[in-house]
């Protein structure tokens, strides 16, 4: 994942954040923002959400977010189909989906 993709992700779990202050955060435009969002989507779980309150600025609109807890969830299915899955990636799975 490059690295501005890697900031945009972490900026964006477990809070919605809108396009606005994702670019600031970031240092980035916001089309550049977006096009990293698409590019982010095809991997882990993106949340978009045309009414809600961001967590940045408190406006409401359009926000984006990613479920900590899907996206833990991707990285061990990944993890999974590159290496040998074992008893204990299968666990982890397992006691993500029960909290």
Do not use: F, Q
Not at 81 to 90: E, H, V
């Amino acid at each position: 994942m490059p690295r501005h993709a890697a900031l945009i992700a972490v900026l964006l779990l477990d809070r919605p954040t809108c396009l606005d202050c994702i670019a600031l955060k970031s240092g980035l435009a916001v089309t550049e923002v977006d096009c990293y969002l698409t590019s982010i989507a095809t991997s882990l779980d993106l949340a978009r959400n045309d009414r809600d309150r961001c967590r940045g600025c408190g406006n409401e609109g359009p926000v984006v977010s990613l479920s900590l807890k899907l996206t833990a969830l991707a990285l061990y299915s990944l993890r999974a189909r590159l290496a040998r899955p074992t008893d204990l990636a299968r666990v982890e799975v397992v006691d993500l989906l029960d909290e």
